[in-house]
């Protein structure tokens, strides 16, 4: 395979929460990883901003250390590492006063591309903004970037937006959802539009049901108090599945453009059904030796917040009516496994007489680990015996299909932050998308929320509750297992 790396332009990329848990662990290994790959430009800068006072070179220890920590392999490269320093710089500064603004003002360059990553929590946003404005920090072609949670319902995401849309137009706010930078994410939308092969299929009319999931075997471990706000519903179903969903699920946008794919991803968004309450499970893992409960992990005996959900959600469109996607998203599951799965339907008759149940094509998009295809066909079992059939796998990794290189599977934040720089929304999402995303949301939220509902207690290591088997087994179907 050839690797391919197009440089970006100079840019000054300033990370407020630069001393911050996802800073140190994901976006300055990201970073360090371009410029490992020589993606960055000689000239780049990478500003830390945070609230303690620090010189550059405590900075600068800092990112050494968790470059140490968090990149693996032949990049943790300590010559590399020491040269990949000399683009970090930082300044203190106050999200809420003046302090270290006219600093960060000071550091600002002409002709280069000025971006700015918002790794704080949501209610320092509008700070942020507000002063990078009223500092003549930004410029109309600065770019920021918001990460998730955007919002935790409707009413203030839409806060969340209208709060940006002060200081910045639409095509300057990169809200992230790591989702969309994952290479096999991406290839959702290669193998459905690259190829002539499945989308006479992609539709009711072939395609039994989808299954997506998204297991973990980790538990909620420190993010307890976080999390337990959210639950697996606001922290994974609402934006990573959701995105998923919409990728499966979209008409072919006429282009590979940000508004392009917006738009068709909105309309899904848009078509999707209220979800029956008998249509949703819900779960919290119990305790097992050596691990604590969920109630435990946060500290909460009577938090009924999800760490499991399963549910049916249907999307009324031409396409899809009538054909059932089943989410499926948890913590302290079996295995680390997130994969999509498209069942076809039967063949409408068999030529071949009584058979062992076939259970038809299937279609099964590995998104981690060990990524890649696998097509469950059906042939004839080889020897004599007449014509019986039996069903194998085409089965495709990409590792073995594209060589060592494809092994290297760039981080999500990598691209994601890399697109920033060249300009390119095609894998953030939009205000509106966002927005329609909770409006779907909200009104499951408040409708367990105002039954009282409280999840199922599951065992840890399981496939979660009993009841999300059941979810499928009434209608004849079942989860495909969760592997890693
Ligand atoms: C995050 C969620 O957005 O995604 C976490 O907040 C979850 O709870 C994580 O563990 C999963 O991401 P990945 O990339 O490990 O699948």
């Known amino acids: 395979m050839v690797s391919r790396i197009i440089p970006v332009d100079p840019f000054d990329l300033t990370i407020f929460g630069g001393t911050g848990d996802l800073a140190r662990r994901k976006i300055l290994p990201g970073l360090y990883r371009r410029f490992w790959a020589e993606q960055m430009p000689e000239d780049a800068r990478i500003i830390g901003a945070a609230r303690s006072e620090m010189s550059r070179k405590d900075f600068q220890d800092m990112v050494r250390e968790a470059l140490l920590e968090f990149v693996a392999g032949a990049k ?15 300044v203190a500064i106050d999200a809420k006063g003046e302090g270290g603004w006219p600093d960060l003002k000071a550091m600002q360059r002409d002709g280069v591309v000025r971006a ?6 949501p209610g320092l946003f509008g ?14 072609d600065s770019r920021i970037v918001v990460e998730k949670p955007f919002g935790r319902d409707l009413a203030s995401a839409r806060t969340l937006n209208a709060t940006l849309a002060e200081h910045f137009d639409e095509h300057q706010i990169y ?14 939308m290669a193998v459905r539009f690259g190829n002539i092969l ?12 989808i299954q997506i999931t998204v297991a973990e075997t980790v538990g909620v471990g420190g993010r307890g108090q976080y999390y337990d706000k959210s639950g697996a519903m606001r922290d994974m179903i609402q934006n990573h599945l959701m995105q998923l969903l919409c990728l499966i699920a979209m008409e072919p946008p006429h282009q590979f453009d940000p508004d392009a794919v917006r738009d068709e991803k909105l309309k899904v968004i848009r078509a999707l059904d209220p979800v029956d309450p008998s249509d949703i499970v819900r779960g919290q893992y119990g305790a097992a030796k050596g691990t604590k409960s969920y109630l435990e992990d946060v500290e909460d005996s009577g938090s009924a917040t999800e760490s499991f959900i399963a549910m049916k959600v249907h999307v009324s469109n031409w396409r899809w009516k009538g054909t059932p996607f089943y989410l499926r998203t948890g913590k302290r599951l079996r295995g680390r496994a997130s994969e999509i799965a498209i069942i076809f339907k039967k063949t409408p008759h068999s030529i071949f007489g009584e058979q062992e ?4 094509n299937a279609l099964v998009i590995r998104l981690q680990p060990n990524e890649g295809m696998n097509l469950r066909v059906t042939i004839k079992e080889p020897g004599p015996g007449g014509m019986r059939l039996v069903e194998v796998p085409l089965d495709m990794s990409f590792a073995d299909a594209l060589g060592p290189e494809a092994a290297d599977i760039p981080d999500a934040y990598e ?3 890399m697109d920033v720089i060249r300009g390119n929304q095609t894998l953030f999402m939009r205000g509106d998308e966002v927005e329609a995303a909770w409006a779907w949301t909200d009104p499951i939220i408040d409708g367990w929320e105002a039954r009282g509902d409280r999840p199922k207690t599951y065992e840890p290591g399981s496939s979660g509750p009993e009841e999300s088997a059941m979810l499928l087994h009434r209608e004849g179907r079942r989860w495909r297992e969760i592997r890693e």
């Open 76 to 90: 943790r490269d300590t010559d590399r590492i020491e040269a990949f320093l000399d683009h970090i710089h930082y």
């Open 116 to 121: 700015f990553y918002f790794s704080v929590a």
């Open 127 to 140: 700070d942020l903004a507000e002063r990078l404005h009223a500092h003549g920090i930004t410029d109309d």
């Open 175 to 188: 809200r992230i959802d790591h989702y969309l930078g994952k290479e096999t994410v991406q290839n959702l």
């Open 198 to 209: 499945f989308e006479p299929l992609w539709n009711a009319q072939y395609v039994d049901h």
């Open 357 to 360: 149940e076939q259970r038809g």
């Open 415 to 417: 691209r994601l932050i």
